[in-house]
């Protein structure tokens, strides 16, 4: 049982080393990032990977301030028989 886990953390540990640390680059025949609209050059890799205000707001802006019931929703309805499916 030892052998075996032995061998099992060692081929863990080897498998675990092929993962290649290095930054990301095209190959050929990949076309370059789209410009976005009223863009003048296409955003870089860490550009578009580093979240915004919007997508992460600040913790400190709570849409609630006190504990309110909800006023009735019309919209809030049960599913027809067909579950919303469209004909």
Do not use: H, W, Y
């Not at 913790?59 to 499916?85: I, M």
């Amino acid at each position: 049982m030892n052998r075996a886990a032995a061998t099992l953390m060692i081929v863990a540990v080897g498998l675990g080393g092929c993962g290649r640390m290095a930054p990301l680059k095209r190959t050929t025949g990949m076309r370059p990032l789209p410009v976005a609209a009223g863009a003048s050059e296409p955003a870089t890799a860490d550009q578009l990977i580093a979240p915004n205000t919007q997508s992460r707001p600040s913790r400190n802006v709570d849409v609630l301030t006190r504990s309110e019931k909800r006023a009735e929703d019309p919209f809030d309805l049960p599913p027809g028989p067909d579950n919303g499916r469209q004909k």
